[in-house]
């Protein structure tokens, strides 16, 4: 598709922030008004149709994606958001550990028990932390805690907890994400220790490290959604 457009506005409506394209002004993918709750996002999503070149880039839309679902999915059905974060939970990464004794087990707890930690002592709970892999079920109060504190968030931070939660396999890790000053790439080292401690060992893949590259960069786009959404 080529470009249709010249110009590309931010505009205050109802407390809110809309994008006009030629003073047409524009509307999520599912026919919803695209009403942003800050400035800084809005101005953020301008600034991806002003980087479009004479053909469009449908690529080049990441936050107009994120800010789509967080109005057309999560704002309609927030519960079902919810309901599908939890269980992450369950299999948490950071609370599936290697055999006491080992390097790699050392590795794991520098980078994963600050992040357990702070959680734990935000929410006033308890993760249970496994050797190995077999599934070792979560406490149910930890559960409620992590219930409740997702239906604190807003719908922009649900959206980028759907993205950054399955990708690190972790929702402590998204959580953390949320946080103001958040550093998007040490959490996500923390989330792919697995694989960086795989790749030590063996050595690294070209196409494995393209992919690593391109989760980093979506995972980074994710983080700095929920921020700019922030009021």
């Given at each position: 598709?080529?470009?249709?457009w010249?110009?590309?506005t931010?505009?205050?409506s109802?407390g809110?922030?809309q994008?006009?394209?030629?003073e047409?002004v ?5 026919g919803?008004?695209?009403l942003?709750?800050?400035q ?18 449908p ?15 999560v704002?309609?059905?927030?519960d079902?958001s ?5 269980p992450?939970?369950?299999?948490d990464?950071?609370?599936y550990?290697?055999d006491?004794g080992?390097a ?7 980078l994963w028990?600050?992040l ?6 935000r ?10 892999i ?7 109060a ?7 504190e997702l ?12 993205t950054?939660?399955?990708m690190?396999a ?9 946080d103001a000053?958040?550093d998007?790439?040490a ?6 220790a697995e ?14 490290e ?6 980093l ?7 700095r ?5 922030q009021?």
């Amino acid at each position: 598709m080529k470009r249709f457009w010249k110009d590309v506005t931010v505009r205050q409506s109802e407390g809110c922030w809309q994008l006009a394209l030629d003073e047409r002004v524009l509307k999520t993918q599912g026919g919803h008004a695209l009403l942003l709750p800050t400035q800084a996002l809005a101005e953020a999503l301008a600034q991806e149709w002003r980087d479009q070149g004479e053909v469009v880039d449908p690529h080049g839309f990441v936050l107009r994606d994120l800010a789509d679902y967080a109005i057309d999915c999560v704002g309609q059905d927030r519960d079902a958001s919810i309901a599908r974060l939890l269980p992450y939970a369950q299999t948490d990464t950071l609370c599936y550990r290697a055999d006491p004794g080992s390097a790699h087990l050392a590795r794991q707890e520098e980078l994963w028990e600050p992040l357990l930690q702070a959680c734990e002592a935000r929410l006033d709970c308890r993760f249970e932390r496994v050797s190995g892999i077999i599934h070792s079920a979560q406490p149910a109060a930890t559960m409620t805690a992590l219930e409740t504190e997702l239906k604190r968030y807003s719908q922009w931070e649900l959206a980028s907890l759907e993205t950054t939660v399955p990708m690190a396999a972790s929702l402590v890790t998204g959580l953390a994400a949320l946080d103001a000053g958040a550093d998007a790439d040490a959490l996500f080292a923390a989330a792919n220790a697995e694989e960086d401690w795989q790749a030590e060992l063996w050595g690294k893949d070209a196409e494995a490290e393209a992919a690593r590259a391109a989760r980093l960069g979506a995972f980074r786009q994710a983080v700095r959604f929920a921020s700019l959404a922030q009021r």
